[in-house]
């Protein structure tokens, strides 16, 4: 398994699937079920089950081994391209400046009901305390979201799956959530909206529908991110988690 175990194993796998995620997503017109951080998700599952069973081993042994030490070099860049966000944020910084109150006060009360609602179905569903930890921050970005739910004791893994499936559900139902909750006509709801629940996925569907709903997209997600740091916590420790 040495040949496998360099970290250019996994930044060359992740590329890999990532590209042909982005090919069959083109090839048959944009079809979300093709959308490539979910198609690369289960891609490269399928692979590291395949090569554990040729090395006669388990998963989790090939994903530490084997994928983990190149994935933390890629997860390294993730953080600072978040900085990215900035660019259509300061285009419309106008729009920020006269309703930040509005955005603010808006993003903590729909994260805070956001975690009740996590919290009452984890529950429903039957997940204990470390899969309730690991759903609750899945309204921040995923380079913020892993972090914070190791602080809290949930599973990363877990987390970064709820992170990319989050962003295809609104992919997929992005044009009709907007069309059924009369956002057409509130582009500042939109664009808080998309980019709180598909994040970077959500920001670039909310760029297609204007430069005010790409910029409040933008907010959202780095807001959202400060937003969860300080109450996922607070929560967790309040539910007694």
């Known amino acids: 398994m040495k040949f496998i175990t360099n970290p250019l194993?996994?930044?060359?796998?992740?590329?890999?699937?990532?590209?042909?995620?982005?090919w069959?997503?083109?090839?048959?017109?944009?079809?979300?079920?093709?959308?490539?951080?979910?198609?690369g998700m289960i891609l490269g599952i399928a692979v590291l089950a395949v090569l554990a069973k040729f090395f006669n081993t388990t998963i989790a042994i090939v994903y530490t081994q084997a994928y983990k030490p190149g994935g933390d070099i890629i997860f390294w860049f993730i953080t600072p391209s978040t900085i990215a966000f900035a660019v259509p944020l300061y285009k419309r910084n106008d729009v920020v400046k006269k309703n930040w109150l509005v955005i603010l006060l808006g993003l903590v009360v729909g994260t805070f009901i956001s975690m009740i609602l996590i919290t009452l179905v984890s529950k429903a569903i039957g997940l204990d305390s470390v899969g309730i930890k690991s759903m609750l921050s899945q309204s921040a970005?995923?380079?913020?979201?892993?972090?914070?739910?190791?602080?809290?004791?949930?599973?990363?893994?877990?987390?970064a799956m709820a992170c990319i499936i989050n962003a295809v559900v609104?992919?997929?139902?992005?044009?009709?959530?907007?069309?059924?909750?009369?956002?057409?006509?509130?582009p500042l709801g939109a664009g808080l909206g998309l980019g709180t629940?598909?994040?970077?996925?959500?920001?670039?569907?909310?760029?297609?529908?204007?430069?005010?709903?790409?910029?409040?997209?933008?907010?959202?997600?780095?807001?959202?991110?400060?937003?969860?740091?300080?109450?996922?916590?607070?929560?967790?420790h309040m539910i007694g988690l």
Not at 24 to 39: A, W
Not at 198 to 215: C, P, R
């Open 9 to 22: 194993f996994g930044v060359f796998l992740s590329l890999v699937v990532f590209l042909i995620g982005q």
């Open 141 to 159: 970005t995923t380079a913020v979201a892993m972090p914070l739910t190791k602080s809290i004791g949930g599973n990363a893994s877990v987390t």
């Open 197 to 236: 629940s598909g994040h970077t996925v959500g920001s670039a569907f909310a760029l297609e529908l204007g430069s005010v709903q790409g910029a409040m997209a933008s907010v959202a997600v780095v807001a959202t991110a400060l937003v969860d740091n300080l109450l996922v916590p607070v929560f967790s």
């Open 24 to 39: 069959l997503f083109k090839k048959f017109n944009g079809f979300f079920l093709f959308q490539p951080l979910f198609v």
């Open 170 to 186: 609104i992919y997929a139902l992005g044009k009709q959530l907007v069309k059924w909750f009369n956002l057409n006509e509130d």
